[in-house]
C-alpha cells in the first residue's frame, strides 16, 4: 500500500507543479505533448515481446528470428499489455486529430493544454494499472484520459 501512496503523491506533485514548469519550455507545448504521448506509444509496443520473453525464454527468441508461422502464447501479463496498446491504439485516433487541430488553432494553452496534459498522464497510470489487473483504478483512470480528450474537443469546439 505504500507504495500506491507513493505513486499517487508523485501523481500529485507532477500535476500540481507541471503548469509552472512546461510553459518555460521551448516551443509549442502541445507539440510536446503531442511527442510525449507518442514516445510513450513507442515505449508501450516494447511491454509485451518483454513478458513474452520471459514466459517463454529462448523459444521466443527462435520464435522471433523465425518465419513466425505459428504464434506463441501470450502470457497472462503480455496478453494485458497487448490489450492496453490496442486500447492506446483507438485512443490515439482521437488524440492525435485534437492535438493537431489544437496545434494548428494555436491552442497552446488552457482547456486544450490541459485536456493534453491529462490525457498523457492518464495512459502512463493505465499501463500498469492494466497490467497489474487494478481493475477499479484502471477504470477511472481510462475515464479520466477520455475526459482530457473532450476537454481537448471542447476548446477546439469554442474557436467555432
Do not use: C
Not at 496498446?85 to 491552442?107: D, K, R, T
Request: aromatic fraction near 10%.
Amino acid at each position: 500500500m505504500g507504495a500506491v501512496n507513493a505513486r499517487l503523491k508523485a501523481f500529485v506533485v507532477v500535476f500540481v507543479f507541471a503548469p509552472y514548469i512546461l510553459p518555460n519550455l521551448k516551443g509549442p507545448i502541445m507539440l510536446t505533448l503531442l511527442l510525449l504521448t507518442l514516445a510513450l506509444y513507442v515505449v508501450q509496443t516494447f511491454i509485451p515481446p518483454m513478458f513474452m520473453s520471459r514466459a517463454h525464454g529462448p523459444e521466443a527468441l527462435r520464435h522471433a528470428g523465425g518465419p513466425r508461422d505459428t504464434a506463441l502464447a501470450p502470457s497472462k501479463n503480455a496478453g494485458r499489455a497487448l490489450r492496453a496498446l490496442g486500447n492506446m491504439n483507438e485512443a490515439l485516433f482521437v488524440f492525435i486529430p485534437l492535438a493537431l487541430a489544437s496545434l494548428h488553432y494555436g491552442l497552446d494553452s488552457g482547456l486544450a493544454w490541459w485536456g493534453a496534459f491529462t490525457f498523457l498522464l492518464a495512459r502512463i497510470v493505465y499501463v500498469p494499472a492494466y497490467i497489474l489487473a487494478i481493475g477499479p483504478i484502471r477504470s477511472i483512470v481510462w475515464t479520466i484520459g477520455h475526459v482530457g480528450l473532450a476537454l481537448m474537443a471542447t476548446a477546439l469546439l469554442k474557436t467555432l
